[in-house]
């Protein structure tokens, strides 16, 4: 696979860095570009599996960890495979009785899957050295005859994907302030990425790959696809398209030709759906309304015009000037000509301003001082309630790799 890598970032250690990192922790989220060590430069797999300071488990451990993979312990399904709840002794690792120990996700390659050994290799590479509070964090693999598995930290929020577009009881919709701070814990994750020494494009970014912890800290899981950037002075790297129709940045669908600012197009993507409570493509919905891009972007370079595209459901949640700061950010990040797009440190540091409360809520009861609020805004209370572990098993992905 070649992937050669120098990364300056903190070197990861299992656990150890989930403790540092106190992801749940807000003030912790500004760590962008934190620099502490440079781990050696891993060549092969083996140097790569090696290096990458990870737990390697056997199978047949995340099987009793996952209750032989029992189809109602699955919290998702993507392009690689399912992905399990499982639980394991804290220190030993060993699996543990359900409810005891920690719980883990463990992802199991589908045999198949058309994505698999390189997309497995490439996520081992890329979380077992970075650490950081807005990537999820990855404990150990497996490697074993055809079998391939990930286990990562559990996240008992799921994908931002569920919070955004699935109707039901547990699924109420999220709050303003709760998809700021999302979109702000993803963008953090995105930056320091694209900070890091050999300037790391994610390729996939869309709202099931981001996940929330019980505090709604986003953090990017699936490096499947993730890319070390261009070298030296070179101004792209060319790849074969990968990613998912919606997401993909024109330029790079229509040369394959992949740089950061496809990313920042895809934030602006996420954005917009944030904004909106739509997804990418919808062809339920009206023809002209088929491409949420296409069909919001006039929208959004125009002040009153904002509310069109604007959640119908976060009315009165918001103030004028935070709609229209996220609404110009969206647009910016969707520029067609790349040199257009800001860069992921401007967006964090646009989407800090408006974690400030007096900035982004309403003092009165409306966003156009008007309608009265639907509902209330709780900063960190899950929407509907709930236990946040038990939230039901998602489709698979409607749009795949
Ligand atoms: N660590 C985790 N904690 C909780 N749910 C997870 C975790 N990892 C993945 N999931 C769920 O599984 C889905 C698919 O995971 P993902 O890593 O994106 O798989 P794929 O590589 O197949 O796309 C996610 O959208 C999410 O709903
Ligand atoms: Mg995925």
Redesign the pocket.
């Known amino acids: 696979m070649g992937v050669c890598f120098s990364v300056e970032v903190e070197h990861k250690c299992p656990f150890h860095k989930g403790l540092d990192s106190n992801a749940d922790d807000d003030d912790n989220q500004s760590n962008i570009n934190k620099v502490s060590f440079v781990p050696p430069t891993p060549r092969t797999e083996g140097e790569i599996l090696e290096s990458c300071n990870l737990k390697s488990f056997c199978f047949s451990e995340l099987k009793m960890a996952t209750r032989n993979f029992r189809p109602d312990s699955v919290?998702?399904?993507?392009?690689?495979?399912s992905?399990f709840k499982g639980w394991i002794d804290e220190h030993s690792f060993v699996a543990a009785k359900p409810g005891t120990g920690i719980v883990i996700?463990v992802?199991k390659l589908n045999q198949e899957s058309f994505q698999g050994h390189r997309e497995w290799l490439a996520e081992v590479n890329y979380l077992g050295q970075f650490s950081h509070p807005n990537l999820?964090q990855l404990i150990g693999y497996c490697l074993e005859d055809e079998q391939r598995l990930l286990v990562?930290?559990?996240?008992p929020r799921?994908?931002l994907?569920?919070h955004l577009f699935r109707r039901g009881s547990y699924f109420q919709p999220l709050p303003w302030s709760l998809r700021l701070k999302a979109a702000l814990g993803a963008a953090k994750g995105l930056a320091f990425l694209h900070n890091t020494k050999t300037k790391v494009i994610y390729r996939d970014f869309k709202t099931?790959?981001v996940?929330l912890d019980s505090n709604y800290n986003a953090k990017l899981?699936?490096f499947?696809l993730a890319k070390d950037g261009p070298i030296g002075d070179k101004s792209h790297v060319s790849t074969r398209v990968m990613g998912t129709y919606g997401y993909a940045a024109p330029e790079y669908l229509a040369t394959g030709h992949l740089t950061s600012k496809s990313d920042v197009y895809s934030f602006g993507v996420v954005l917009l759906e944030m904004l909106s409570g739509q997804r990418v493509v919808d062809k339920t919905r009206p023809p002209g309304k088929y491409s949420l891009v296409e069909w919001a972007k006039p929208y959004l370079a125009h002040k009153r015009k904002i509310y069109e595209v604007l959640d119908s459901r976060l009315e009165g949640q918001y103030t004028p000037e935070a709609a229209k700061v996220v609404a110009n950010v969206s647009l910016r990040c969707l520029s067609a000509e790349p040199r257009f797009r800001p860069n992921m440190t401007e967006v964090v540091k646009e989407l800090e301003r408006l974690q400030d409360p007096k900035v982004t809520r309403p003092r009165r009861h409306s966003s156009h001082g008007t309608r009265p609020r639907r509902q209330s805004v709780g900063d960190c209370t899950a929407p509907g309630g709930g236990d946040p572990d038990a939230y039901p098993r998602?489709p698979p992905?409607l749009i795949s790799k």
């Open positions: 919290l998702g399904e993507g392009g690689f495979g992905v996700a992802k999820v990562y930290e559990f996240m799921g994908s994907e569920n099931s790959n996940l899981s699936d499947g998602p992905s």
